[in-house]
């Protein structure tokens, strides 16, 4: 059975940094693109950025400059690189990922971290 567990979320000032992990684990056969989905209260959730497993990126227009995806594909775990957080970037993170297990195509999702810029 497969699972997304993230970790790195927090209370960081305006201006401050973090840094997502987001591990897979299970019975993985393997890991296709990976990405970071945001969504703040009462909003639709949305993209952050993604990763193919060649290291192909993808920023939403909002974070571009600020924030960094990366992989490591023999840890199956994706990252995101945070910086210059601002008020708006305040919302729950989903680890989201395509991976193949028995065989099997799936789309899957993590429970999320909650991240929150305020002074």
């Known amino acids: 059975q497969v699972q997304l567990v993230e970790s790195g979320g927090g209370l960081v000032p305006p201006g401050g940094s973090l840094r997502l992990s987001c591990a897979a684990s299970?019975?993985?056969?393997?890991?296709?693109?990976m990405g970071w989905y945001r969504q703040a209260p009462g909003k639709q959730r949305e993209l952050v950025a993604t990763v193919s497993r060649a290291g192909v990126t993808n920023y939403a227009d909002s974070v571009k400059g600020r924030f960094t995806i990366s992989r490591d594909n023999a840890k199956n775990t994706v990252y995101l690189q945070m910086n210059s957080l601002k008020p708006e970037d305040t919302a729950v993170y989903y680890c989201?990922?395509?991976?193949?297990?028995?065989?099997?195509?799936?789309?899957?999702w993590g429970q999320g971290t909650q991240v929150t810029v305020s002074s």
């Open positions: 299970g019975s993985i056969s393997s890991i296709y693109a």
């Open positions: 989201n990922a395509d991976i193949s297990s028995d065989y099997r195509l799936k789309n899957y």
